[in-house]
Structures are given as C-alpha cells and as structure tokens.
C-alpha cells in the first residue's frame, strides 16, 4: 500500500510539474510570437499596449459595448483598435471598459 501511495505521489507531482512545465513552454511560444496570447486566454493588455487620455466631455455610452465619460477624468486607453469603428478606442475608466469615439471626447 505505502508504495502504491508512493508511486500516485510521485506521479501526481509529475503531473503538476507536467503542467507548470507545459505553461512555460506556451509562454515561450506567445513571447516568441508563435501563439496569440488570446489563443492562452491570457489577458492582452499590458501597461505598454495602454496611454492614458484626458477627457474633453461629456459622453453617454450609447451601447453595451461602449463607456460613458466624464469631462475632465483620466482614462486608460488601449493602442490596438482593431476590429473598432475607423475613430474608436477601447478605454477603462473606474473598472469599466469598452468602446468611445475620440473626436471632441478626448484629448490624445
């Protein structure tokens, strides 16, 4: 018995490193521009994809994909904008986040 439960021991360690060792391996990968983080379900954003903006007024979110502004905060606001209208960043502002146009909202 105690080397049954000494081999499942062994093997269940083996299994953890198994898996650390797999998770390095997929973030070489992504480092090495092989894989998408987004295909890891990893975050995309870091403090280098990100700039913050001033924001000129006022704006109501007009969709539930979109964030109301208020003139005068700081916002965080994302460099990539694909797959956004022609004009439209992605930004956070107070834990929330989603789609705002730029022209007359914020000063960039």
Request: with cysteine; charged share 25%; aromatic share 4%.
């Amino acid at each position: 018995a105690a080397a049954a439960a000494a081999a499942r021991g062994s093997s269940g360690s083996g299994a953890r490193g198994g898996a650390r060792s797999e998770a390095a391996r997929l973030k070489e990968m992504e480092e090495a521009g092989d894989i998408s983080s987004s295909l890891l379900g990893l975050p995309q954003v870091s403090m280098q994809d990100t700039f913050t903006a001033r924001v000129l007024r006022n704006y109501t979110a007009q969709a539930p994909d979109e964030v109301s502004l208020r003139a005068n905060e700081i916002v965080l606001v994302r460099h990539d904008t694909a797959g956004l209208p022609p004009g439209w960043v992605w930004c956070e502002r107070g834990g929330q986040e989603g789609k705002v146009p730029v022209r007359g909202y914020l000063d960039i």
